[in-house]
Structures are given as C-alpha cells and as structure tokens.
C-alpha cells in the first residue's frame, strides 16, 4: 500500500469583499461569486482543487468585513503562506483580514453562535453622495430618530421572523433569536443599524430595515412592524431596503467575534437625536 502522505492542514480565514460585483457569496455556474474568487485563488496556489465553506451567504450586492471560511490546504504550507499567497491573488474587490489554523472538524457555518450585520442609511447631503452609491441607502427624508430607537428596542428575543423573509428554510423553520438591535448616528447625515442573532432569515435584515425607516419616516403605521413580528397581513407589503447598504461585521464562535472591531467605528457612535 502507497504512503497516503501527511494528514492536510486544516485552515480558517476571515475575508472582507465589496459584495457590488458579485452575485452573492455562494458559488453559482456562470456567475461571479465570492466562494467562486476564492477556490480560484486558492486552487492555482495550491495546483489542485479546493472546496471553501462559508459561514453564511451573503447575497448580490451585499459587502461583508467578516466572512468566515474554511478549507484545506497541502500539509507543507503554513497558514502565514497561504495568507501571502491569497494577498496575491485576490482580486481588488476581496481581501484577506487573517489565515489560521482550525481544529479539523471545524466548520464556518455550523459551528457559528451568532452572526452580527450593520447597515447603512445617509441622509441629508450624504443622500446623494456619489461615493456612498452602493454602500448605504441614501434617503432625502430624516427618519424620526426617537421612533427609530423606539422601534428597534422590540426585536430583541426568540420569535418567527417569518413575517420578514423572501424565503424561509423548511427544515429549520422561521425562529431566530436576536441578541441586540440598535440604532446609532456616527456622523450627523449618518445612521447605522446593528442586529446581531443566531441566525437570520433570507433577506430578514433588509426587510427589518425597510419596514423601520418607512415607519420612522410616516409612510407606514407603527403597528405594522408588530403585524409582522406575529405574520399577520400589515398594512401593505414589506419591502426590503437595498442590498448595498447591508455588511456582514461579524461571526461568533466559541473562541469569540471573528472580527470584533469590524465597522466598529461607524456602527457604535451614539443613538441618534
């Protein structure tokens, strides 16, 4: 019997990607994907095929700064190797924050313990910035901030939040428990939202902050987000906010946030006034 050689090495890495020119994060056939980039990368480093899971699917347009993977690299490499070779090869739109090595049954998506998403409203002058084109959601109209806050302060907790998915998963159901949901205003023409759950259902967080704003800025009435939050018929449909202001921060896991600062600046200045 031939030497099947040493065991791989088992590695993990947080990567960050302007999610403008992708279709999503899930590898797709004739699409350009995130997962897509980086088996590419990974498999002309490597001279050999690499499969890379994801903590999470993020969709089109969407941007993250700390999305999980994982994969197996060839026994003689290092994960301080794997990171120059990465650094190298990544397109301008996707880059690696860190490579580690992980525990051989570690897995991105099913080991995770909370994921944390921000997203991004300008208003104002910052409404109609050409440098925030796809990276917030700009709005000519302020939204109420007390109601804002008002507002975000009910989701905590275990429920269904099926009342605010394009697509739900049969086999795991519409509950999630969100940790934490708030609203702060960084800069004057400035708000963030930040959720952080267990897990998040198709599009929740979009729809979450569509049906936020339009309350906050009198288009809707407040009791619809209540409707939703018990899947009864609001007012009229839910729309999901554009995906370009929507970022994945950060993934949990036993060990902790795999990028605690992730947007840290933006998303934690003070609740809006």
């Keep these: 019997m031939s030497d099947p050689g040493p065991d791989p090495l088992h590695l993990r890495a947080t990567v960050e990607y302007d999610g403008t020119a992708f279709h999503g994060s899930q590898l797709q056939p004739d699409v350009r994907t995130v997962q897509g980039e980086l088996e590419s990368a990974l498999s002309s480093l490597f001279d050999d095929p690499v499969r890379v899971e994801l903590a999470g699917r993020t969709d089109t347009g969407v941007h ?142 979009r729809y979450l902050v569509g049906t936020l704003i339009e309350i906050a800025t009198g288009r809707r009435p407040e009791d619809d987000l209540e409707r939703s939050l018990t899947e009864e018929t609001p007012s009229r449909p839910v729309y999901p906010a554009p995906p370009g202001g929507l970022y994945l921060t950060g993934v949990a896991y036993d060990d902790g946030w795999n990028r605690p600062d992730a947007l840290g600046w933006l998303a934690e200045g003070p609740p809006p006034v």
């Design 64 to 205: 993250a700064l700390a999305q999980e993977i994982a994969f197996l690299a060839p026994a003689a490499r290092t994960a301080a190797d794997v990171a120059r070779g990465l650094a190298a090869l990544a397109p301008p739109d996707l880059s690696v924050v860190s490579v580690r090595e992980a525990a051989p049954a570690f897995h991105p998506r099913f080991d995770a313990r909370l994921r944390r998403y921000d997203y991004v409203v300008a208003t104002g002058v910052l409404a109609t910035s050409p440098f925030l084109r796809d990276r917030a959601w700009g709005l000519r109209d302020r939204p109420d901030s007390e109601r804002l806050a008002r507002l975000a302060a009910r989701l905590p907790g275990e429920r269904s939040f099926g009342g605010f998915a394009r697509s739900g998963q049969p086999e795991r159901g519409t509950g999630c428990r969100v940790e934490a949901a708030a609203w702060r205003r960084p800069a004057h023409d400035l708000l963030v939202f930040r959720i952080t759950a267990d897990r998040f259902l198709h599009h929740m967080v």
